[in-house]
């Protein structure tokens, strides 16, 4: 039965909408207020993409019924806190939006939702590991959206007969991690720089980076294997849990660093051991996920990161290709 990835094209759903159809899902509908389609250039014609908007219920409600959509993987979401003046269009998004995919889903007898939540539920914790039995503690805008959402999600699947999981991603990396579509939107300021695992997109198009203090610990889970999560999580016939955390390994930054140079011998690639990475947060425990559903990380940091820096050649051959054409 079709399966509709909101947010499709973004970091996190380009690689599900991959996934998905590596798994021999047929009918995939994305939908994408700012449709990067050079993210899923190599499958863009087996997918119906729809750009519009989740905070508009109509839009939702239709693109459900007329496709009859059987699962929902919900991944629009404002990564950030919102700009000086964006406010109202921020929340619009993040709780009219997703308020509107479950309630549409609902409405639907849509089999399954899945929530795409973060680390950033968690927030201060005094704790060496994050899991799941811990009370959310958010410090920020985002990190409490995040819970509003996922408390929504508890609501409807206890309440409302309408079964959604949520899963928490912590550090992730590979293609879109650099530039969202919040960015385009406006609805995010832009960052003062580069988040250091998205340098490498920098560093293929021959413009020279640095990298942050290599033995410094992070969590490193590449896209693709965040798909798999999610798709577990979709599928899976019965779910013991309706909240699950994320993640593959950790590992120093210095393993990523090697990796880049060795990947891209030619690349302008120095170390700044001053700087410190940022975002850097808690590890995450994913026992429950590889208990419950299977989860088992296919790629190393240095698999992963070969196939992140062959998606971006794909990407920027579609932007070119899409120039010349236009």
Known sequence: ????????????????????????????????????????????????????????????????????????????????????????????????????????AREAGVKRVLFASSVAAYGAQDASLLDESLIPNPQSLYGAS????????????????????TVRYGSTYGLGRAWRGSYSSGLLPLPAETHYMARVEQAVRGVPITMP????????????????????ALTAANLPHHLYNVGAERLPVGDYTRAMKMLLPEAQITVVETEMPGNAHV????????????????????HGLADYIERIRIADHYALESMRAG
């Open 1 to 104: 039965m079709p399966l509709l990835i909101t947010g499709g094209t973004g970091f996190l759903g380009a690689y599900l909408t991959r996934y998905a159809l590596s798994m021999g899902e047929k009918h995939v509908v994305v939908l994408d207020r700012y449709a990067d389609r050079g993210r899923i250039a190599d499958v863009l014609d087996r997918v119906t993409l729809l750009e519009g908007d989740v905070s508009d219920t109509d839009t939702v409600r239709a693109i459900i019924a007329e496709h009859r959509i059987d699962r929902i993987a919900h991944f629009a979401f404002v990564l950030g806190s919102p700009a000086t003046g964006q406010m109202i269009n921020y929340i619009k998004v993040q709780a009219l939006g997703t308020a509107n995919v479950f309630e549409c």
């Open 146 to 165: 995040k819970v509003w959402a996922e408390a929504m999600a508890e609501h409807y699947t206890k309440h409302l007969n309408l079964e959604i999981v």
């Open 213 to 232: 203090n290599s033995q410094i610990l992070a969590d490193w889970t590449y896209g693709a294997d965040a798909a798999q999560a999610a798709w577990l």
């Open 283 to 302: 590890p995450m425990c994913a026992a429950r996920l590889r208990d419950d559903l299977g989860f088992t990380p296919r790629y190393s940091l240095m």
